[in-house]
């Protein structure tokens, strides 16, 4: 059973950094797609970027290009780092990843991913 844990969220001030990270384990295939989203109360969840083991591209929308960056782990590559910088309270959301064993190049990511982490709590105070 494939199953996604992320974790690294918590309580920051604005302009400080977080580094959030999702492992993936139970899965045998050789490649994937990890997006990130997030969901705000009362909000409707969003993208955040996508990283392709495929192909090391990364993808990120324009909210957060430039302050956050996805990468893979080194030593595990079932683990992805989603360092955020510069956080506004606008980045303020519970932070999800999710993973496409099909999908593995980002195409068109938002549409939908395969499974689903439970999500993590980035509070960002002003």
């Known amino acids: 059973e494939v199953q996604l844990q992320a974790s690294g969220g918590g309580l920051v001030q604005a302009g400080g950094s977080l580094r959030l990270s999702c492992t993936i384990s139970g899965f045998t295939f050789d490649d994937y797609a990890m997006g990130w989203f997030r969901q705000a109360p009362g909000k409707e969840r969003e993208p955040v970027g996508c990283?392709?083991?495929?192909?090391?591209?990364?993808?990120y929308v324009d909210a957060v290009k430039g302050r956050f960056a996805m990468s893979f782990d080194n030593a595990a590559e079932n683990t992805v780092y989603l360092q955020m910088n510069s956080l506004k309270p606008d980045d303020t959301a519970v932070y999800y990843c999710a993973v496409d064993f099909e999908n593995t190049y980002c195409t068109d990511y938002w549409l939908g991913m395969d499974y689903w982490g439970k999500g993590t709590q980035v509070t960002v105070s002003s």
């Open positions: 990283i392709s083991s495929s192909n090391g591209g990364t993808y």
